[in-house]
């Protein structure tokens, strides 16, 4: 069973040869030895609030949550699932093997979207995926839960796009004080468009990455007119998507935040340069944030994958969460 990381990292190098594909179609089969392909989300309940709801793994005898932010993508935050076997899990499935026993764990839906469900030829859920529907979906479903349950601490893991929209999600919460912690997986201080400016003068990087860092930056360029279509495949996403995210800039969130944050580095395809954390770093040296430096230039491996779980438990168990 191939993990969410793996294969996003696998769709990101095929994307720049192949751009109208889905993430569904490239995969390879990596067994994971902890993830039962049919049933990796055990004793699993579903609760609603408005129009969003949120998968809840309960651990009566914890008064922690965790709550899971998820990467972009077409289907649902679980992954995807085909004649009763699950083909595709996300992070949240990890985490919940490693952090089961000693949390809550929460993962908010996008939109509508519903378990092991694919959404990319879904023209309102292609229209409606953008961060303001994406913040609201969340902050309704995870404010829902947490006014009928309390928690002693909550601690947010969010990865990719999940990592940029968490610090404007803290600000939402009804009950942020408390949130003790942070992780933020392959999301630095800058914006997409700052990360993808820098990554393009890199030479290190690979010839297909920078053609495609250059086209942003060509139709974001300040005073283009940006296109707001939600029918073309656009690297794997849409302009819609890309209109709502290549501006938001985490550093301007992060410098109100006063909790132990985690950043983690990312691999070749992340698209966030060492420069995006060490801006963090040097302009907030007084925050209780700690980083972890991946290599830039290397393919994430399933290894490696691994190895950053591992980075989050030492780092949980570090700041007593």
């Not at 994971?32 to 408005?50: S, V």
Request: charge should be negative; proline fraction near 5%.
């Amino acid at each position: 069973m191939i993990t969410w990381f793996q294969s996003r990292m696998l769709l990101l190098i095929f994307i720049q040869l192949f751009i109208n594909v889905t993430s569904a179609v490239f995969t390879q089969e990596i067994q994971h030895p902890t993830i039962d392909p049919r049933n990796p989300y055990p004793n699993m309940e579903i609760f609603n609030y408005g129009d969003s709801h949120a998968y809840v793994f309960k651990n009566n005898a914890s008064d922690k949550l965790l709550i899971n932010i998820d990467g972009s993508g077409w289907d649902s935050v679980l992954g995807i699932k085909s004649e009763g076997m699950w083909t595709n899990v996300h992070l949240g499935a990890h985490l919940l093997q490693y952090f089961g026993d000693k949390y809550t764990i929460l993962i908010p839906e996008k939109l509508k979207r519903q378990p092991g469900l694919i959404y990319y030829t879904d023209m309102e859920d292609r229209a409606n995926y953008t961060a303001d529907k994406l913040l609201n979906c969340y902050s309704e479903s995870i404010n829902g839960y947490l006014s009928e349950y309390s928690f002693a601490s909550i601690t947010i893991v969010g990865a990719f796009e999940g990592s940029y929209l968490v610090p404007l999600l803290y600000e939402r919460l009804i009950n942020k004080e408390k949130v003790k912690s942070i992780v933020s997986i392959f999301c630095g201080g800058l914006s997409l468009y700052e990360s993808y400016s820098i990554l393009n003068r890199l030479e290190t990087i690979p010839i297909a990455y920078r053609q495609m860092y250059r086209y942003f930056l060509d139709v974001y360029r300040p005073g283009n007119y940006r296109p707001d279509s939600y029918l073309e495949n656009v690297y794997e996403l849409t302009y819609r998507w890309y209109n709502s995210f290549i501006d938001i800039r985490p550093f301007d969130y992060y410098k109100h935040i006063n909790i132990p944050v985690l950043f983690i580095a990312g691999y070749l395809g992340s698209n966030v340069p060492d420069d995006s954390f060490r801006y963090l770093r040097e302009n907030l040296p007084e925050k209780p944030f700690d980083y972890i430096y991946k290599n830039p230039a290397a393919i994430m491996t399933n290894s490696d994958f691994l190895n950053i779980i591992d980075d989050i438990v030492k780092w949980l168990n570090k700041t007593n969460q």
